[in-house]
């Protein structure tokens, strides 16, 4: 009998596995293809430049592409490859931030005797961009939940706690000039608001008048200058920008033109982002007819205080959700928000210093090969990141063989579809099989991710610094990867 039923078990698990579908195997990469890959590097190279490039097949984990494999190089924004990657296997793809509003008082004939506090636990979201562009849709539906247990009224401040991260806002490695004002270069915070930015808006008056300027959202947080004028015609706007690395005030100069009613528009990045939050979350109360009689403070709250306030919000926010701007959009902030929270997960507090010690934990614990790496930043904005084509290609490759590996995958730009891809590679070979993150910054262009065409599954990462014809030379070798 035991026979009998061993013999039938061993036929079931047979049938079985004859059922599930086997992986395809792969025919190797022609050799021309990578005679011709290897051409179109040193195309690139020229005279000056340095490309590194390692090509993976996913089928069996060969490399069947490598040049200056180990060359450290400045890898821009896929530097945000890493920090994407790391935080899924460190924090999990289902952690979430929290981000909390709680009482410092008790509430008695609709008032809360004391103060209120919004406390910052890393979410890059509180935005609009989940919300139709509404920037201050979380904020209002916060006020209705307060308006909904009886509060009318606020006896204390709106306080603010950020502690979670510490250390500079604004990293060294990052451009010293006039930069800091752009929307990529916004300052680090544990309570952010609206990609810390706030948006300007220039719209035309009447020919020989001032223009009209608007905020996004309307608030006192930020004083502005306006040294525009309106000149009759139908032509572009020239605006220019300023603020103080130090201050609020920003002075808007130049020329709009009367007939060019959409006027002009840009992000400007905020000093002090959290008190920003703090001080558009009060404004938002009093709108919604919460008075708040005192004003915007910092507080850190010890561990006896945190216990003895009340919370009466409690907003979650997915981290899978925060990838797809890090790498289809390639939106600085997060990708440093998500670095910064690798830091409080090592350390207990997160700081550029401590997040780049997390990743350097995360490559060791891995056995990835981080041989001259430097790890300077979260983003890839500084320019003294030093990353190789094999590293990330390996990285890569580890990703794809991960549970999370379709939240990481779809968190990337598509060829010919979205994001920083979505007016390149869109021909008929190229368009929908690529899922990789550009990288840009001075003298630096590079590519990491997938080409999955057919059969055909690698993994790749093209780093180049210093080169000419980099994006054609790129987008020449992922077509002809993509018709291997």
């Given at each position: 009998?035991?026979?009998?039923?061993?013999?039938?078990?061993?036929?079931?698990?047979?049938?079985?596995?004859?059922?599930?579908?086997?992986?395809?195997?792969?025919?190797?990469?022609?050799?021309?293809?990578?005679?011709?890959?290897?051409?179109?590097?040193?195309?690139?190279?020229?005279?000056?430049?340095?490309?590194?490039?390692?090509?993976?097949?996913?089928?069996?984990?060969?490399?069947?592409?490598?040049?200056?494999?180990?060359?450290?190089?400045?890898?821009?924004?896929?530097?945000?490859?890493?920090?994407?990657?790391?935080?899924?296997?460190?924090?999990?793809?289902?952690?979430?931030?929290?981000?909390?509003?709680?009482?410092?008082?008790?509430?008695?004939?609709?008032?809360?005797?004391?103060?209120?506090?919004?406390?910052?636990?890393?979410?890059?979201?509180?935005?609009?961009?989940?919300?139709?562009?509404?920037?201050?849709?979380?904020?209002?539906?916060?006020?209705?939940?307060?308006?909904?247990?009886?509060?009318?009224?606020?006896?204390?401040?709106?306080?603010?706690?950020?502690?979670?991260?510490?250390?500079?806002?604004?990293?060294?490695?990052?451009?010293?000039?006039?930069?800091?004002?752009?929307?990529?270069?916004?300052?680090?915070?544990?309570?952010?608001?609206?990609?810390?930015?706030?948006?300007?808006?220039?719209?035309?008056?009447?020919?020989?008048?001032?223009?009209?300027?608007?905020?996004?959202?309307?608030?006192?947080?930020?004083?502005?200058?306006?040294?525009?004028?309106?000149?009759?015609?139908?032509?572009?706007?020239?605006?220019?920008?300023?603020?103080?690395?130090?201050?609020?005030?920003?002075?808007?100069?130049?020329?709009?033109?009367?007939?060019?009613?959409?006027?002009?528009?840009?992000?400007?990045?905020?000093?002090?982002?959290?008190?920003?939050?703090?001080?558009?979350?009060?404004?938002?109360?009093?709108?919604?007819?919460?008075?708040?009689?005192?004003?915007?403070?910092?507080?850190?709250?010890?561990?006896?205080?945190?216990?003895?306030?009340?919370?009466?919000?409690?907003?979650?926010?997915?981290?899978?959700?925060?990838?797809?701007?890090?790498n289809t959009n390639s939106q600085n902030l997060h990708a440093e928000m998500l670095l910064r929270q690798l830091g409080a997960r090592f350390t207990g507090k997160g700081t550029f210093r401590t997040g780049t010690a997390a990743l350097a934990e995360y490559l060791k614990n891995a056995g990835l090969p981080a041989d001259g790496c430097a790890l300077v930043d979260g983003s890839g904005l500084a320019a003294s990141n030093r990353l190789t084509a094999n590293l990330l290609a390996q990285?890569?490759?580890?990703?794809?063989?991960?549970?999370?590996?379709?939240?990481?995958?779809?968190?990337?730009?598509?060829?010919?579809?979205?994001?920083?891809?979505?007016?390149?590679?869109?021909?008929?070979?190229?368009?929908?099989?690529?899922?990789?993150?550009?990288?840009?910054?001075?003298?630096?262009?590079?590519?990491?991710?997938?080409?999955?065409?057919?059969?055909?599954?690698?993994?790749?990462?093209?780093?180049?610094?210093?080169?000419?014809?980099?994006?054609?030379?790129?987008?020449?070798?992922?077509?002809?990867?993509?018709?291997?």
């Open positions: 009998m035991f026979k009998r039923t061993l013999l039938l078990t061993l036929w079931a698990l047979a049938l079985i596995a004859l059922a599930r579908p086997r992986a395809a195997e792969a025919a190797p990469v022609s050799p021309d293809i990578e005679t011709a890959i290897l051409a179109q590097l040193k195309k690139a190279e020229g005279k000056r430049g340095k490309a590194g490039c390692v090509v993976i097949d996913l089928a069996d984990g060969a490399t069947v592409v490598s040049h200056n494999a180990a060359e450290p190089l400045a890898p821009a924004s896929n530097m945000k490859v890493l920090t994407s990657v790391a935080a899924l296997a460190t924090l999990g793809p289902g952690f979430e931030f929290v981000t909390r509003v709680v009482a410092r008082g008790s509430v008695a004939d609709g008032t809360l005797g004391g103060d209120l506090c919004l406390i910052g636990g890393g979410d890059p979201n509180l935005s609009g961009r989940f919300h139709d562009g509404d920037v201050t849709a979380l904020f209002r539906a916060w006020a209705a939940r307060l308006a909904s247990m009886g509060i009318r009224r606020v006896a204390g401040d709106i306080q603010y706690e950020s502690s979670l991260f510490g250390g500079e806002a604004y990293c060294d490695g990052w451009p010293r000039d006039d930069q800091y004002t752009r929307w990529y270069c916004a300052e680090v915070s544990a309570l952010a608001f609206n990609d810390n930015c706030v948006g300007v808006r220039v719209i035309p008056g009447k020919a020989g008048e001032p223009a009209k300027i608007e905020t996004i959202p309307p608030t006192a947080y930020v004083t502005v200058i306006n040294q525009t004028t309106t000149l009759p015609g139908r032509k572009a706007a020239e605006i220019g920008i300023l603020r103080g690395r130090a201050d609020n005030t920003i002075t808007v100069k130049g020329r709009v033109y009367e007939q060019a009613t959409w006027g002009y528009s840009v992000d400007v990045a905020v000093h002090q982002p959290e008190a920003y939050a703090a001080t558009v979350f009060r404004e938002t109360l009093m709108a919604h007819g919460i008075a708040v009689d005192g004003g915007v403070k910092p507080v850190t709250l010890s561990a006896d205080q945190f216990a003895a306030a009340r919370t009466l919000v409690e907003h979650r926010a997915k981290l899978v959700d925060a990838l797809k701007p890090v990285l890569l490759r580890r990703a794809a063989a991960e549970p999370w590996y379709e939240d990481f995958r779809q968190s990337l730009a598509v060829g010919g579809e979205s994001g920083t891809l979505e007016k390149r590679l869109n021909d008929t070979v190229l368009k929908g099989k690529v899922f990789a993150k550009t990288g840009y910054i001075s003298n630096v262009r590079a590519l990491s991710g997938y080409v999955l065409s057919g059969k055909r599954r690698f993994a790749f990462s093209i780093l180049m610094n210093d080169c000419a014809y980099s994006r054609e030379c790129q987008d020449e070798i992922i077509r002809l990867l993509a018709r291997a």
